[in-house]
């Protein structure tokens, strides 16, 4: 197998002016990867998502009004959000990059897979598109490993350093899908309190971390290391997702943290054990991250962790020399343990007892 980046396009055409959601982030990324060869992935040009598919996740009235205003020629959804003529095309484009990356992934055709596309997605909720976002492609990757890939638990960390709430609202009554944030908070868009737990069937199914700004690699990590990656240990998804916003990055022009090249190596490098260890493979979406330079390096080194796994293999064994959870990872196993009994709280281990 190969590990495969998809693209098209299109990202290019949606159109938003003098605003940090810029068609420069995709170029960025590009130049960064090339300069690095690729790292051997396999690129692929997206198809546009099946319509049928995209309304399993968003109301067809949405779907049906972010077409009209790019037939028209663009304009503002909100203060934030705005459209140009291409920017349904790309939207469709988007979703499904990250639908066709869940295929391939679910068809043992690759095993690690990025899906570089804009615009975002994680902000758009089943009938709103908010905070730069048309449609939720991580949202529509997921549905379409449910129901078309014939999954049962499909697990998305989200690391954007703003909440995903239209993820966290279209999966919140699920315990198919275990939505994991870690977000600056409090902080646009207001959501993601950790007392936000989901509700119905899936309650406990929806795992917010808020961190305060400035909070670094030392933050991040220990959440992925010691809350996030047990909980996966725990649920056993069939598939990972990443929500791979850049924009906790120290160097992005939005955010207020803190993390590093190597903040999001680390974190990376701890879901590709896991995956290792549960035999799931792990796809990418990308959301934010509005530093250029700092994006096209961010994805860069996360591509280049998944290539070395490609290339060498990796296990749960290859685990670097544990650190105690930070107080936030340690408050947020005690809130969390009701829900998920196999958390090793009272240890502060990355790993559940299963």
Not at 43 to 60: G, I, K, N
Not at 116 to 132: E, K, L, Q, V, Y
Not at 157 to 182: A, M, P, R, Y
Not at 206 to 228: K, R, W
Request: net charge negative.
């Amino acid at each position: 197998m190969t590990s495969v980046f998809l693209e098209h396009p299109s990202s290019l055409e949606h159109e938003t002016g003098r605003h940090p959601e810029q068609p420069a982030r995709i170029t960025a990324i590009q130049r960064a990867c090339s300069d690095r060869g690729w790292l051997g992935f396999e690129r692929m040009e997206s198809p546009a998502v099946d319509l049928e598919l995209l309304t399993q996740v968003h109301s067809r009235a949405h779907v049906d009004t972010i077409r009209e205003l790019a037939a028209r020629g663009g304009g503002a959804l909100d203060l934030d959000t705005v459209m140009s003529e291409g920017s349904y095309t790309a939207a469709l484009h988007a979703a499904g990059g990250a639908a066709r990356l869940v295929e391939l992934l679910l068809g043992k055709q690759a095993r690690y897979g990025f899906s570089a596309h804009r615009p975002p997605g994680h902000h758009a909720t089943a009938d709103r598109a908010m905070g730069f976002c048309l449609f939720n492609s991580v949202a529509v990757a997921a549905t379409s490993a449910l129901r078309e890939g014939g999954l049962s638990r499909v697990l998305i960390l989200d690391w954007d350093v703003h909440h995903g709430n239209g993820t966290n609202d279209i999966f919140h009554s699920t315990d198919q899908v275990l939505f994991i944030s870690i977000h600056q908070w409090p902080f646009y868009p207001g959501s993601g309190g950790a007392d936000d737990l989901g509700s119905g069937a899936g309650l406990g199914h929806t795992v917010n971390l808020p961190v305060p700004a400035g909070s670094g690699d030392a933050v991040f990590c220990s959440l992925v290391d010691h809350v996030a990656m047990p909980l996966a240990m725990a649920f056993q998804p069939d598939l990972v997702l990443i929500s791979a916003g850049y924009d906790a990055h120290q160097d992005d022009t939005l955010g207020q943290c803190a993390v590093t090249d190597r903040g999001f190596a680390a974190m990376t490098r701890s879901v590709v054990r896991t995956c290792a260890a549960l035999d799931a493979p792990l796809g990418c979406v990308l959301e934010g991250g509005y530093g250029l330079d700092a994006l096209g390096r961010s994805v860069a080194v996360t591509m280049e962790v998944m290539a070395e796994a490609e290339r060498s293999g990796a296990s749960d064994g290859d685990r670097a020399a544990e650190s105690a959870p930070v107080p936030l990872a340690r408050q947020a196993l005690e809130r969390l343990q009701p829900f998920w009994p196999t958390l090793a709280a009272d240890r502060g281990s990355s790993t559940a007892r299963r």
